[in-house]
C-alpha cells in the first residue's frame, strides 16, 4: 500500500510558494494555483480560492509545502526508518492526518516496526500488535454509546443510572403539572366572594382527593383558612365604610302672589293686566349616614 506518492497530485508543478494578501487586509499563505480569474492557495489540508480581483498582491517566499515537496521527492519508497522520520516531521509540522499515512506506509514495509505502531495507537498484547479498540475488546471492554470503554458491571450501572435519571425526569415532570394545576385552583379562592371561594375550595379537594397525598389535603386546608381569614378582614372594612347621602326638597309654608308695576307700560298699551309673581319658599333636608350593606362578601 502506497499513499505518499500520491500526494505529488494534490498540487500543480507550476505552483508557487506564496503569501496572498487580500484587499481586506487578511494574508492566506501556501502554494498558489493560478486557475486564470482566480487564485487557489493550498496549505496541508486546507484549501482557499479567491477572485483575482479580491487579491491586493501575491508575494512570493518559501512555504512548508515547499519543504515537504522537496522531502518527499528525496524519500526513499522502500526505507521504513526514513518514512516513520518523515512522519514525525509532518507531525511536528501540524500535519497529522499525512503523518498517520506515513506510519501506515511503514508498517506495510515493516509491521513490527515499534515507532509506527506506537505512532498508530497499536499495543502490544500477548506478543501481538492489536489496536486500541481490538485491545480494548480482548481485556473484556465494552464500548458505550459516548465511545467510552467500560467493564460489563460498569455498563449495567450506567443503565441503571440511565433508567434512575428517566423515572426521576418523569416524575419531575409530572409534578411540574400537578403544581401547575394546583396554583390555578388556588388562584380561584383568591376572591371576597364567599360562594365562589367554596366551589373552588372544593375543585381543589376533589383534585386533592386524587392525589391521595396528605401533605397536599393539609395545603388545600391551610390555603381555604388563609383565604377565609383574609376576605373577613377586607369585607369588614368594606362594611365600616360604606355610606349613604341623600338630600330632601319641600315647599316650606304656601306660595305668597304679589303684583308688580315691572312692565306696567307694556301691558297697559297691550290691553293687558298687570304681571302676578308667585315665589316659592322651600325647605332643604340632607341626611348622611352609614349602613351595612348585605353582600357575598365575607
Known amino acids: 500500500m502506497r499513499y505518499l506518492p500520491i500526494l505529488l497530485l494534490l ?34 489540508d486546507r484549501k482557499y480560492a479567491f477572485r483575482k480581483s479580491e487579491v491586493a498582491e501575491v508575494q512570493r517566499k518559501p512555504s512548508f509545502m515547499d519543504l515537504y515537496e522537496e522531502r518527499l521527492d528525496k524519500l526513499p519508497v522502500d526505507d521504513a526508518e526514513a518514512i516513520f522520520e518523515f512522519g514525525q516531521w509532518l507531525e511536528k509540522n501540524d500535519w497529522s492526518s499525512r503523518a498517520m499515512r506515513a506510519y501506515e506506509e511503514v508498517l506495510g514495509l515493516d509491521p513490527d516496526h515499534r515507532g509506527a505502531r506506537k505512532a498508530l495507537g497499536y499495543k502490544l498484547f500477548e506478543g501481538e500488535w492489536v489496536s486500541p479498540d481490538e485491545l480494548n475488546r480482548k481485556k473484556g471492554l465494552v464500548q458505550w454509546d459516548d465511545g467510552r470503554w467500560y467493564t460489563p458491571h460498569e455498563i449495567a450501572q ?66 381555604k383558612a388563609y383565604y377565609d381569614a383574609w376576605a373577613r378582614v377586607v369585607c ?58 348585605p353582600t357575598d362578601c365575607g
Open 158 to 223: 450506567l443503565k441503571k443510572q440511565i433508567e434512575r435519571d428517566a423515572k426521576m425526569k418523569a416524575a419531575w415532570q409530572e409534578q411540574r403539572k400537578v403544581n401547575a394545576h394546583v396554583n390555578k385552583l388556588v388562584a380561584g379562592m383568591a376572591t371576597l366572594s364567599k360562594s365562589k371561594r367554596a366551589k373552588a375550595y372544593q375543585t381543589l379537594s376533589t383534585y386533592v382527593e386524587q392525589l391521595n397525598s396528605p401533605e397536599m389535603r393539609k395545603f388545600a386546608d391551610d390555603t
Open 11 to 44: 498540487f500543480a508543478a507550476s505552483a508557487a510558494a506564496d503569501d496572498v494578501i487580500l484587499k481586506n487586509g487578511k494574508v492566506y499563505s501556501g502554494q498558489v494555483v493560478d486557475e486564470g480569474n482566480r487564485y487557489t492557495v493550498v496549505d496541508r
Open 236 to 293: 369588614h372594612n368594606m362594611k365600616t365604610r360604606t355610606q349613604i347621602n341623600a338630600t330632601l326638597t319641600r315647599l316650606k309654608k304656601p306660595i305668597q302672589a304679589f303684583e308688580t308695576t315691572l312692565g306696567a307700560a307694556i301691558a297697559t298699551v297691550a290691553g293687558q293686566t298687570p304681571v302676578r309673581i308667585q315665589l316659592p319658599e322651600l325647605e332643604v333636608i340632607s341626611v348622611q349616614t352609614t349602613v351595612d350593606i
